[in-house]
């Protein structure tokens, strides 16, 4: 029986470990084919034994055009990542101690319109407001599509705390803020951290908008690229 448990372990760890090599594989290939010449990169069969160099890295990080772009994604990313956790804690916290019916449904219901149908709306609306080509008008755009999905996410984080951690506070003296910033907040920040990693990456790596509304001095690495 310990000989068979055994076996039967060997063989699930055997299949996650190919799981893995075969989930990083691609990352892995991206990572080596950025250290290599241009030559062994077109090469058929391909080079596995190759000299690696830096030149690309060089070449990019000396363009001043993409420097910018790198900057401008940086901001947006983070600016719009920040305040949609800072909204996203408070909503999700009302959500997940208050019963709101059919509220969750709409919540999540914006996450489901394509970006397309909103394009044109939005390209006249920030035109009007003179927004067009500048960071703030894409930081608006990611605030608004990134907001539902980080108060979802962290509402299911919240309901997992126990609602006596809670009370007991309160009977310490606690007030309704110091709660959430004392208790809830530090209980769930592994959560936080996922869900502000979740919302930087689709504002890093959103594309539609950012080729649309941005322009000149304002565009990011994905419409740079």
Known sequence: MIIRSILKLRVIYAILFLALVVWWFPLLWLILTSVREL???LAYPPVWIF???LEHYVTVFHDSYFIQALINSIITATSSTGI?????IPAAYVL????????EFYIISTKMTPPIVILFASYLMFFQLGLLQTRSALIILHIAFNLPL???LLKGFFQNIPVEIEDAAQIDGCNQWQVITSIVVPLTLPGIFITGILCFMFSWMEFLFASTITGGQSLTVPVMV
Do not use: H, M
């Open 39 to 41: 030559s062994d990169t």
């Open 51 to 53: 000299t690696p160099t």
């Open 84 to 88: 949609v956790l800072f909204i996203a």
């Open 96 to 103: 997940a101690r208050y019963d709101f019916k059919n509220l």
């Open 150 to 152: 980080g108060v979802w």
